[in-house]
């Protein structure tokens, strides 16, 4: 049987037990519960994000749907006006004069911008506008597409002297001073002249044999009702939490040029700029943006699409989005809840589970102790614990049991061993006498055969010495 453990071989398997107990009891709320929570939020914050761009998405759809209509039912109504019966009976008459006045008249009941007609090479026969253009581009696609017999609208770009051409004030419309813009893409420009219009081309008759073509258009630049219906479209009340704010804005290039974000003071951000990574994204690459963007001076969830005018070039973009503070502070406060639910139950449930652990750990140093105390010598060590009907309680009172069984059996050793030792010693004690009577008798023998020895010798000499004297007594 092997010595006692030692201190340090004791203590450290005691630490051993303990630590391993400890884990066991803290590593599913300490380690796998926060792992599991933060996967879980990890994929709860991916699908609030998704959600997110999912609804944007949607925005943007809503949007878009609105410019399209904006697009037939311009040409819907310019078809509408080139084939009525005041358009042509106008035409009919050759009074270019009564012509002008009917395309101002409809201008206004259309809600239109500007409006004329034109011959089949470019040549203005009679304009809403006093001060209307002389001639115009017949190449442009939309003119050049209704003049084959195909009325269509869309969305084109119009330089400073053609909307000057149609009327001054709209050429003073479309102008703004680029403002400097936070993340824009560096740019040397100061100034965008250029108009951004919804121009929709018909064939509407012919005047002397030739074909004429009725061209009306709605400028987009500083449109302000447009771009707020598509945000009361887009937005509409209750569709957005507290404290959040849609926006729409509409961009020629990457200029605002009609909108209603904000700078200071609740001034529309007019001429400022779009970001450069949205600017790449969408107008260099053609993609759709759905995603955060900085927008002027805050950042948005936002959806981009590019502008494709009638030639099929990417010329401006159509935006939506929402302020993202108000849903970012909704995703913190719903992660910190659930953080600190989280640390409040493990609060209160790891005293708990180091309790169960001491229990389970406390009889186990209680036994090694009780061992390590047998093992130096003190039989009467004991653990103590009752047996309270759980397995480790019960090991406990087995070995007390087992511990009083052996110092019984070490008692009666020890008893056995000291009759053993008084038999021996009474046995010794008795040999020793025996010892000592063998001895006196042995003496005694000696003594006896000596006598005899001494008796013999001497009846010897006797018998010798009588010999000699019976004959000298003989022979006297």
């Given at each position: 049987?092997?010595?006692?453990?030692?201190?340090?071989?004791?203590?450290?398997?005691?630490?051993?037990?303990?630590?391993?107990?400890?884990?066991?009891?803290?590593?599913?709320?300490?380690?796998?519960?926060?792992?599991?929570?933060?996967?879980?939020?990890?994929?709860?914050?991916?699908?609030?994000?998704?959600?997110?761009?999912?609804?944007?998405?949607?925005?943007?759809?809503?949007?878009?749907?609105?410019?399209?209509?904006?697009?037939?039912?311009?040409?819907?109504?310019?078809?509408?006006?080139?084939?009525?019966?005041?358009?042509?009976?106008?035409?009919?008459?050759?009074?270019?004069?009564?012509?002008?006045?009917?395309?101002?008249?409809?201008?206004?009941?259309?809600?239109?911008?500007?409006?004329?007609?034109?011959?089949?090479?470019?040549?203005?026969?009679?304009?809403?506008?006093?001060?209307?253009?002389?001639?115009?581009?017949?190449?442009?696609?939309?003119?050049?597409?209704?003049?084959?017999?195909?009325?269509?609208?869309?969305?084109?770009?119009?330089?400073?002297?053609?909307?000057?051409?149609?009327?001054?004030?709209?050429?003073?419309?479309?102008?703004?001073?680029?403002?400097?813009?936070?993340?824009?893409?560096?740019?040397?420009?100061?100034?965008?002249?250029?108009?951004?219009?919804?121009?929709?081309?018909?064939?509407?008759?012919?005047?002397?044999?030739?074909?004429?073509?009725?061209?009306?258009?709605?400028?987009?630049?500083?449109?302000?009702?447009?771009?707020?219906?598509?945000?009361?479209?887009?937005?509409?009340?209750?569709?957005?939490?507290?404290?959040?704010?849609?926006?729409?804005?509409?961009?020629?290039?990457?200029?605002?040029?009609?909108?209603?974000?904000?700078?200071?003071?609740?001034?529309?951000?007019?001429?400022?700029?779009?970001?450069?990574?949205?600017?790449?994204?969408?107008?260099?690459?053609?993609?759709?943006?759905?995603?955060?963007?900085?927008?002027?001076?805050?950042?948005?969830?936002?959806?981009?699409?590019?502008?494709?005018?009638?030639?099929?070039?990417?010329?401006?973009?159509?935006?939506?989005?929402?302020?993202?503070?108000?849903?970012?502070?909704?995703?913190?406060?719903?992660?910190?809840?659930?953080?600190?639910?989280?640390?409040?139950?493990?609060?209160?449930?790891?005293?708990?589970?180091?309790?169960?652990?001491?229990?389970?750990?406390?009889?186990?140093?209680?036994?090694?102790?009780?061992?390590?105390?047998?093992?130096?010598?003190?039989?009467?060590?004991r653990t103590g614990i009752p047996d309270r009907g759980d397995e480790l309680s019960q090991v406990s009172s087995h070995l007390d049991i087992l511990l009083d069984r052996i110092r019984e059996r070490?008692?009666?050793?020890?008893?056995?061993?000291?009759?053993?030792?008084?038999?021996?010693?009474?046995?010794?004690?008795?040999?020793?006498?025996?010892?000592?009577?063998?001895?006196?008798?042995?003496?005694?023998?000696?003594?006896?055969?000596?006598?005899?020895?001494?008796?013999?010798?001497?009846?010897?000499?006797?018998?010798?010495?009588?010999?000699?004297?019976?004959?000298?007594?003989?022979?006297?």
């Amino acid at each position: 049987m092997g010595g006692p453990m030692n201190g340090p071989e004791s203590t450290r398997r005691r630490l051993s037990v303990r630590y391993r107990l400890l884990a066991i009891a803290l590593l599913p709320m300490l380690v796998i519960i926060p792992l599991l929570l933060g996967a879980t939020m990890l994929r709860w914050n991916a699908k609030f994000d998704g959600i997110l761009t999912s609804k944007v998405r949607s925005d943007l759809t809503v949007a878009h749907q609105y410019v399209s209509r904006i697009l037939e039912n311009t040409s819907d109504h310019i078809s509408a006006l080139g084939e009525s019966a005041a358009f042509q009976s106008a035409i009919g008459s050759g009074d270019m004069s009564a012509l002008s006045a009917l395309l101002a008249q409809r201008r206004k009941a259309l809600d239109l911008d500007y409006l004329y007609a034109t011959a089949g090479d470019g040549t203005v026969l009679a304009s809403a506008s006093p001060s209307g253009p002389v001639s115009v581009d017949a190449t442009q696609p939309v003119l050049a597409s209704a003049a084959s017999g195909k009325p269509g609208a869309a969305i084109d770009i119009l330089p400073a002297e053609s909307l000057a051409a149609l009327s001054p004030e709209l050429a003073e419309q479309a102008a703004f001073n680029l403002i400097e813009t936070a993340n824009a893409a560096p740019s040397q420009a100061r100034a965008s002249t250029d108009g951004m219009v919804v121009q929709a081309a018909s064939l509407a008759g012919s005047s002397r044999g030739a074909p004429v073509l009725l061209v009306g258009g709605i400028l987009l630049n500083r449109n302000l009702e447009f771009i707020d219906t598509v945000n009361s479209l887009v937005y509409q009340a209750g569709s957005l939490p507290e404290g959040s704010q849609g926006t729409a804005t509409l961009f020629l290039d990457d200029v605002r040029i009609s909108t209603n974000v904000r700078l200071f003071e609740g001034r529309r951000a007019l001429g400022t700029r779009v970001s450069a990574a949205v600017r790449r994204a969408v107008l260099g690459e053609g993609r759709i943006w759905l995603d955060r963007a900085f927008v002027v001076n805050d950042w948005y969830i936002s959806a981009y699409e590019p502008i494709i005018d009638s030639r099929g070039e990417r010329v401006g973009m159509l935006y939506v989005g929402f302020l993202e503070a108000p849903f970012q502070r909704t995703k913190w406060t719903t992660i910190l809840l659930v953080a600190g639910s989280f640390v409040i139950v493990a609060g209160l449930t790891i005293p708990l589970f180091m309790r169960w652990a001491r229990s389970i750990f406390r009889p186990l140093e209680r036994m090694a102790q009780t061992i390590d105390g047998v093992e130096a010598g003190d039989l009467d060590a004991r653990t103590g614990i009752p047996d309270r009907g759980d397995e480790l309680s019960q090991v406990s009172s087995h070995l007390d049991i087992l511990l009083d069984r052996i110092r019984e059996r070490d008692r009666q050793l020890r008893d056995w061993n000291e009759e053993l030792n008084a038999r021996v010693e009474e046995r010794t004690a008795e040999l020793s006498a025996a010892n000592r009577r063998l001895e006196e008798t042995t003496k005694q023998l000696v003594m006896s055969e000596k006598l005899a020895a001494i008796g013999e010798i001497t009846a010897g000499v006797a018998h010798e010495i009588n010999n000699p004297i019976a004959v000298i007594q003989g022979n006297l």
